[in-house]
C-alpha cells in the first residue's frame, strides 16, 4: 500500500492564483482531512470528511474549497491564492468506527505565495 | 471548539535524562488523547495514545498519563536518545465527527548527546 500520497511536493504561486493539492488514499479510509502547519501553530484543521459526499469545515477553512466525490480522493482547492495561506499542508486519513484511531498523514505540500 | 495548549514549546536535554511534555485541554467531551512525532521534514506519526477511560499508558521508554478531572495529559520520555530529537504534538477528540483532532502547538525536544 502507498498509503497517503500528496502531489505536488513544492508549489509557488502567485498572489491570486488559483491551484488544487491532490490528496489520494488506498486504506479504504471513510475518514479524510487537511491540516495546515505554520511555525508555533502547530496543525490546524482546514476541512475534513467522514465520507464520499459528505465534508465539513475545521479550523481554518477560509480560503479552501473541498470535494470528497470517491472514497480514495479528497483534494484542496484554493480559489484565490493569498500570502497568507504560504504554508505546510498535510492530508490525513483514518478508519472511522466507534473509537478514533491513528491518523496516517501524507508527506506534505509546501506553498510559497508571492 | 476545543483548545489544546502544549508547553514547553522548546526542551533540550541531556541525553539518558527524561523528558515531560504537558497539554491541557477545553472541552471536557474529550476522550481521545494521542501524541505524534515529526522528525524534521518528515510527516507526524503517532507513537503513543491514550483513551479517556485509562490513567496511564506505556510503550517502552514513552508513557502518557492522563488527568480528566483537570483536563490534562503529559508524555514522559525516559532515557532519552539523540533519535528521540524531533517536535512533537498532543491532541485531542471527542470522537464526535470523525477523527477530527485539534493538535497543541508542538514541542521542539533536542537530545544534546
Known amino acids: 500500500n502507498a498509503g497517503v500520497t500528496q502531489t505536488p511536493k513544492f508549489q509557488v504561486l502567485k498572489t491570486g492564483q488559483s491551484m488544487t493539492l491532490q490528496c489520494a488514499q488506498d486504506?479504504?479510509?471513510?475518514?479524510m482531512s487537511w491540516y495546515r502547519q505554520d511555525p508555533g501553530m502547530g496543525l490546524r484543521l482546514i476541512h475534513y470528511?467522514?465520507?464520499?459526499?459528505?465534508?465539513d469545515q475545521g479550523e481554518v477553512p477560509n480560503g479552501y474549497n473541498v470535494s470528497r466525490s470517491t472514497t480514495e480522493d479528497f483534494p484542496l482547492r484554493l480559489l484565490s491564492a493569498a500570502p497568507s495561506q504560504t504554508s505546510v499542508y498535510f492530508c490525513?486519513?483514518?478508519?472511522?468506527?466507534?473509537?478514533?484511531?491513528?491518523?496516517?498523514f501524507g508527506e506534505g505540500s509546501r506553498l510559497t505565495v508571492l | 471548539g476545543e483548545n489544546v495548549e502544549q508547553h514547553p514549546s522548546t526542551l533540550s536535554v541531556q541525553e539518558g535524562d527524561s523528558a515531560v511534555i504537558k497539554c491541557t485541554y477545553s472541552?471536557?467531551?474529550?476522550?481521545?488523547f494521542p501524541w505524534y512525532k515529526q522528525e524534521l521534514g518528515k510527516r507526524p506519526q503517532l507513537i503513543i495514545d491514550?483513551?479517556?477511560?485509562?490513567g496511564e499508558k506505556k510503550d517502552q521508554r514513552i508513557a502518557v498519563t492522563l488527568n480528566k478531572t483537570a483536563k490534562h495529559f503529559s508524555l514522559h520520555i525516559t532515557e532519552t536518545q539523540p533519535e528521540d530529537s524531533a517536535v512533537y504534538f498532543c491532541?485531542?477528540?471527542?470522537?464526535?465527527?470523525?477523527?477530527?483532532?485539534?493538535f497543541g502547538g508542538g514541542t521542539r525536544v533536542l537530545v544534546k548527546p
Open positions: 472541552d471536557s467531551a474529550s476522550n481521545y
Open positions: 491514550i483513551r479517556s477511560n485509562v
Open positions: 470528511s467522514v465520507g464520499a459526499g459528505i465534508t
Open positions: 486504506m479504504n479510509h471513510e475518514y
Open positions: 490525513a486519513s483514518s478508519r472511522q468506527g466507534r473509537h478514533t484511531g491513528e491518523l496516517f
Open positions: 491532541a485531542a477528540s471527542t470522537g464526535a465527527a470523525g477523527n477530527k483532532l485539534t
